[in-house]
């Protein structure tokens, strides 16, 4: 009998993320060739940073972050947030700032993200990027500490009862500039995995979706304990747009989202250009 594999899990503590994975880490999705040794759910910039350090063999990360690690991390077919009117949103305040937006100081949730990637791809002027975690954005720009900031997640749902409003949906400046929908996060696994393995885990997590969306009130208590935005209806409104049929399969439509995102990101020379068999071998 061949030993199990030992896996190293991360994901985020975002209502999608632990939507996800929920069945799967509290053993109601059966694994054969492998076992979960260790679950790390962490804010998804700390991700990509440990993707860059290979520190995790399962991990979700921004597929910008994906295309600075993809020598050591091939792409999973399930567990993506992938689709359409769900991209970051560009916001800002009432407050005085500088005429020309390239002049702004402009706060980014995390230089791997794919928020920031679409930021500069929409506006490559903007240099004055500050990094900082995706829950401080909002109050960084109340306190005029920055003139606009890009926001994820949560934030979305939030942002105008808290007096911001929004001057660019990059998402879907995205999808009227290609047609495609949006790639914002990926789930990938070292390629020093057996490939049975990868698979097997694959097709586990799309099970664990299946099982959520059969099982809809049973992951509740889990998905609330880790979110940062405590409404129940805010969190259904987070599952509900980051988790949908690409999330079970990326499929075609979403492949060539990908490579389209990962070839102008290559143009402005952020990182090398995409190589599909290098990158899901």
Sequence with gaps: MTDTVSLRLGYSPCPNDTYIFNALVHGRIPLHRCRIAGVQLEDVETLNEWALEEKLDITKLSFHAFAHARDHYTLLQSGAALGRGCGPLL??????????PADWKIAIPGKYTTAALLLRLFQPACRRLVVMRFDQIMTALATGEVDAGVIIHESRFTYQSLGFCCL??????????????????????????????RQEFDQAIAASIRWADAHSEAGWEYIRTHAQEMDIQVMRNHIGLYVNEFSKDIGNEGRRAIRELLRRGAETGLFPVYDDERSEE
């Design 91 to 100: 916001i800002t305040s009432s407050r005085s700032k500088p005429a020309r």
């Design 168 to 197: 660019q949906d990059l998402g879907e400046w995205w999808e009227q500039t290609t047609g495609l929908p949006i790639p914002l996060g990926c789930i990938a696994a070292k390629k020093s995995i057996p490939t049975a393995v």
